[in-house]
């Protein structure tokens, strides 16, 4: 399949973009600048240029391929509107057609879950960074009726490829030798790394039947503080950690600190139950390990 790939410069689309490419796909990366473009030309990537923001270009990129995978966000004050102007426009170009379009959610849609695991059964609860995720899920999903095939994945904390929040921690320890987790460091996070990951969007767009939703998660949920303290192990800062209160932590990073601080347990069984997805990383802990021993 000829697949647009928008984020394939990011961490959850390139590994995508690199998985599908390995799996005999043409890829094509949605590229808002020339930089961005000849990133993107140098890993084998087809280019198309264009803009989130701009519908007309995103639905022109979209009616030349046979599936998208949308894994960008801005990361701005303008994510909801940004994330809703983009994929309504996929949705306009592929109705009628049939054509698989992967949508990239995330289990912050669950909000605090507690100790039993959130399977994509569970209720949408989400935290407000991403409450406008709630009705533009089901608005893609919707889409079935108007002869789109809509898939939407909810990924966990996503780690490798040396990215992903935790790499704050990291780079803080290896600065000011000491990581900060935000609150009292005891709430867990499950996670999920980039290739195994990639995996998922790799079988999901060849298997999943329109209207599914999958978690994307792998391993147990590892406390925060954990994860801190091997941030700071792998920065050179010997396992040092403090705890950031939340109202400071606000004013720092507005909303995404509270991302941060939500405790969540989340299950990915029907992904592999379903799809055959066969993840295999082990923990986002031995990851940051893994960078120390290059350090060294």
Known sequence: MRVLVTGATGLIGGAVARRLKVGGHEVVGLARSQASAIKLADAGFSVARGDLSHGGDLAEATRRVDAVVHAASPGDRNTAACDEA??????????????????????????????????????????????????????????????????VIRPGWVYGDRGGTAMMMYGEAGEHGVARHVGNGLNRWTTVHADDLADLYAVALERAQAGSIYNGVHGAPTPLVEIARAASEAAGADGRVAAWPIEDARSTLGPFADAIACDQVVSGEKAKSELGWRPSRVSIVEELRSYRSVIA
């Open 86 to 151: 983009a994929t309504r426009a996929i949705i306009a170009a592929f109705r009628g057609t049939s054509k698989r379009f992967i949508y990239t959610s995330g289990c912050l849609v669950y909000g605090s879950t507690g100790d039993r695991p959130a399977t994509e059964n569970n209720p949408v609860k989400a935290i407000d960074l991403v409450r406008f995720r709630e009705a533009l899920e089901a608005e893609i999903l919707a889409g079935v009726t108007e002869g789109v095939h809509p898939i």
